[in-house]
């Protein structure tokens, strides 16, 4: 699974990237994450707030920092 982890290294992106990786390891999925700072590749996702999380190429969540319950059902969707 790849997790990607859509902001420009804001407090909030960072805590995004944090709660992801938590919610993957304690599903136990295997997984890849990437931080994309970059604002062009941020607009290719038609992403307009940050930060933003993609799972998969999917965009899954904008703008906010999910609780973990449902950080864990978003992987775990999409993991199956």
Known sequence: MKIQILGTGCPKCKA???AAEHAAKDLGIAYEIEKVTD????MSF????TPALVVDGDVKV???IP???ELKKILSSESK
């Open 39 to 42: 604002i062009e590749k941020i």
């Open 67 to 69: 609780a973990a319950d």
């Open 62 to 64: 904008v703008g906010k």
């Open 46 to 49: 038609g992403v307009m707030m």
């Open 16 to 18: 995004l990237s944090e």
